[in-house]
């Protein structure tokens, strides 16, 4: 294990920090790709890197079933196999388990679920999600936890807290990977339930938190009130990870929070939607408007499709013609606005200018649209 | 008006040579991508000039029917719209058009044709097709001929010869673009109606010649012979392109009879079904054999697939996952492979040691596969 992190500067209760891993260094606040097979969608890790990621998030229910952890490890772990070398954080598996509907049961011992891919039944444990996290070689391993849907009663989400709890000292005990295991505080939208889990998880010592069960269907302000108020649960030494958020306003009000860490499909999900993010808002392509819009994206955007000399009109045709350059290029333009975004607020927050930032990212948005 | 062509080399009737457009220089002999509707498949055109693509192809029916030349056009044109800065060639939109199958009609005037997009009814003559490639500025514009089936009778293909030269006729005294126009022999696969067609139009002195109705069906001998007697009818001060023609051992035959110029969806086509081209043969990434094959699709290649140190292993699971990064790193590997094959036989001409090349290029096939 080889494993650190530290606040680097502090402005309000937003941190800019640095999390070593064995596969490298990560500043904080930081936004994770997802490659949900062991893959970004239409990006190579070499232009994941361009766009200034340094760490991305891999699933564990899908590569548990396809190509599975037994063969990625044989094949020398995720990290040789799906061709990035900077360090990778994985899911418990637990989340797309529990998603599969009617092909699932949950108790004390953990999930059981059958396979969307061929119907084949499975148990998911914290020890086996464990096991399964270090064979891939994960720099960060996610406990199993118990995530209950919104709404839920407070009776619920008292057990899925408790349950999470337990599942953390069983993962804790387990975990015997070349990475390290972060807890995941459940809690809802009770702000007590949330400390409970808080306090239980911080009493095991974990090496990084996430704050889980969030962005389940919650209003945005929803969101920032539990990204808030349980980032300050947690100790200031110890990276902050929201899991599943979100949208650049979601970002920016979480980091003004205390949150350091990241993850999100909107960047690359939305570009395949043809949903480009600009600092103004929106750019939905296949709007008419757009059919001969010579300009990027973006005015003065960096991103290699932005100042490359793609322009709105050519990316529409590509996308009304369902040509695969079209996500290619939207998803170039997306992460890098998200990492870029990221960049921006790990600056502000070295300079001490954060509030300033932040005023002025709502200013923006509030301009007309492009 | 900027073309030219001279041959630099000859050995046997293969020949080198260098053809200059008003968008730059292209080495035969050539191969070039297809860009359907202004985009190839799965690559950015930096990627194509990176696999060595000096020029590319572009459909004027798709192109004509989404965005529209009108919209090309005023956009600045074909190469500023598909961000591509070499040269260009355009079809004339006929062999797309009269694949419509129950959807085309065609007389002396053009093809009418329905719209596969939205049932709207065209008619594309010889005159309309150069307009429209006029408006999308390629550097070389194709005639609209008339391809008859495969198998015609006699009858139908001499009067498709001689449609196909009234036409031409028209193509030529039609023109008004910013490149030059290319004209089509037919004939099927009577040598004396390739004869007849060659004569025609090569009295018309066109500025380069294209070998048509080839590769629709026919045996690989058949190719190779229709290739080699047609380009032998051509004069040598111009170059000769075989129209939608094929695999690597097509590309080298008929290299070896005369040809300068290729295009072919094969490359890209197939590395999104997964087949991956080789020295060896053809690599099928989806057999299960290649689940734990850490080796590059092709040792030694220099592609950014292959070079870039992505395995087989890694290759066909984002295969099975239906991952995009599947398609874009297989096309670049394939289109790579056909780049430097033409460049290996550009090589070999010039140093006068095709036949020892082509010798080679059959012996390493004849390999057991990897």
Redesign the interface.
């Known amino acids: 294990m080889s494993f650190s992190f530290s606040v680097v500067a502090e402005d309000g209760a937003a941190r800019a920090g640095r999390m070593t891993t064995a596969h490298g260094t990560v500043d904080t606040p930081a936004f994770m790709p997802v490659g949900t097979?062991?893959?970004v969608?239409?990006?190579?890790p070499?232009e994941l890197v361009a766009c200034g990621a340094e760490i991305v998030l891999a699933n564990t229910y899908?590569l548990y079933l396809?190509?599975g952890h037994d063969?990625v490890r044989?094949?020398?772990g995720l990290h040789a196999?799906?061709?990035w070398t900077g360090p990778i954080l994985t899911d418990s598996g637990g989340f797309q388990a529990f998603s599969m509907e009617a092909l699932r049961r949950l108790d004390e011992e953990g999930v059981r679920f059958k396979s969307h891919l061929d119907g084949s039944l499975h148990l998911l444990t914290p020890e086996s999600s464990m096991e399964i996290q270090a064979a891939l070689g994960s720099d960060i391993a996610m406990v199993l936890d118990e995530c209950p849907p919104l709404p839920s009663p407070r009776e619920s989400v008292e057990q899925a807290v408790e349950r999470t709890t337990r599942w953390a000292e069983r993962s804790r005990q387990a975990y015997a990977g070349p990475g390290v295991p972060f807890a995941i505080v459940q809690g809802g939208t009770f702000e007590d339930l949330r400390a409970r889990s808080a306090e239980a998880l911080v009493a095991m010592d974990f090496p990084g938190y996430a704050i889980g069960g969030v962005s389940v269907g919650e209003p945005p302000q929803a969101i920032a009130a539990v990204a808030r108020s349980t980032a300050a649960l947690l100790p200031a030494g110890r990276p902050r990870y929201l899991m599943g958020v979100g949208r650049p306003e979601d970002l920016v009000e979480a980091v003004a929070g205390g949150v350091d860490l990241f993850d999100c499909v909107m960047p690359t999900r939305n570009a395949r939607n043809g949903h480009y993010f600009t600092g103004t808002g929106v750019v939905r392509i296949r709007n008419a408007k757009y059919?001969?819009d010579?300009r990027p994206i973006e005015e003065g955007c960096g991103c290699p499709t932005c100042a490359?000399?793609?322009?709105r009109?050519?990316l529409r045709?590509?996308d009304?013609?369902n040509?695969?350059?079209a996500?290619?290029?939207g998803t170039l333009h997306n992460l890098w606005y998200y990492e870029k975004l990221m960049a921006d607020m790990r600056a502000a927050i070295e300079r001490g200018t954060f509030a300033a930032f932040r005023e002025s990212f709502y200013a923006a948005r509030s301009q007309p649209p492009a």
Chains 1, 2 share one sequence.
């Open positions: 097979a062991g893959a969608k239409a990006v190579t070499e899908h396809r190509p063969t044989e094949l020398g196999f799906m061709h059919e001969k010579l490359g000399g793609y322009t009109a050519y045709h590509l009304r013609c040509e695969m350059l996500p290619m290029l």
